[in-house]
């Protein structure tokens, strides 16, 4: 399930949760558990719809290795989404959020809708956070656009992408980095002292990797700029969370970072 990738995920919630502000809680913290558990479960539901592409292109992967039957992997996921939705008590979230999660994985994956369906995913989760109101739609859609920009990058991790691709991830990337101090300039509580940095550690810390693989689009630098964009949910989400007027709450996340990156080292996020 690549489990330190789940790390990238209470950020959405506590994002959505300031945006909206809804004071941290039981609630709160019932809904973060939750969406990682439909996390978890995208992750196990993706290696059981790969498996046969990861027999030929990724051998080494849990199922086509042995170490893991197209069985338990189902099941470990089906688990997982009920888990997920018992312990999340915004019921229309979560349950768009679920049924996202097995759409992309069984239809949506591999089409040209599927980077909005992961993207929808990623807004969902911080809407849960929200508790579903409408204030954090800001903060779901930056979230959003960002998902979705990485996860159409990743179709190419095995081939190398074309160059068109990444300079539309970097332009994405750019306008990205730019909501939260947008939304600090019009919010009343925003903190632009702590806002300008997180964007900027967010803007450096996806755009090089992506310059690099635009010199030289292998694969290799492919996964590595996409990695990079897992990672980089963290300073984006401390930025939007800023943004609403958080401090401590964004400077809890983005300290979370550099622990992701020594993890995603050991497991790769990708």
């Known amino acids: 399930m ?19 502000g809804r004071p941290p809680g039981r609630s709160l913290t019932r809904a973060t558990a939750g969406s990682i558990a439909l996390y978890w479960a995208g992750m196990a539901l993706n290696d059981f719809a790969d498996r046969d592409i990861d027999a030929r292109e990724r051998p080494t992967r849990p199922i086509p290795a042995g170490e893991v039957t197209p069985r338990q992997a189902f099941c470990l996921a089906a688990a997982l989404t009920v888990s997920g939705l018992a312990l999340n008590r915004e019921r229309t979230p979560a349950g768009l959020l679920a049924a996202t999660v097995w759409a992309y994985d069984f239809v949506a994956k591999g089409t040209a809708i599927g980077p909005a369906t992961m993207a929808a995913a990623r807004a969902l989760n911080v ?18 656009a960002h998902t979705a920009a990485v996860t159409r990058l990743s179709r190419y991790e095995t081939t190398g992408a074309p ?61 590595t700029a996409v990695a ?7 300073p984006l989400q401390a930025a939007l969370i800023a943004a609403a007027g958080s401090p401590g709450t964004a400077l809890t996340v983005i300290a979370g970072h550099p622990l992701v990156v020594r993890l995603g080292r050991k497991v790769s996020p990708t």
């Open 2 to 20: 690549r489990a330190p990738a789940a790390l990238t995920v209470p950020g959405d919630l506590l994002a959505g949760a300031a945006l909206a």
């Open 127 to 144: 809407l849960a956070g929200a508790g579903g109101r409408p204030e954090a739609l800001p903060a779901a859609l930056t979230v959003a």
């Open 163 to 223: 160059p068109a691709v990444l300079c539309e991830s970097l332009v994405v990337t750019g306008a990205v980095a730019a909501v939260p101090v947008l939304l600090a300039t019009r919010r009343a509580g925003g903190q632009r002292r702590f806002v300008t940095p997180a964007a900027l550690a967010y803007l450096l810390w996806c755009a090089r990797p992506q310059l690099t693989a635009l010199r030289d689009p292998a694969a290799p630098r492919i996964r």
């Open 228 to 234: 990079a964009g897992i990672h980089g949910l963290l």
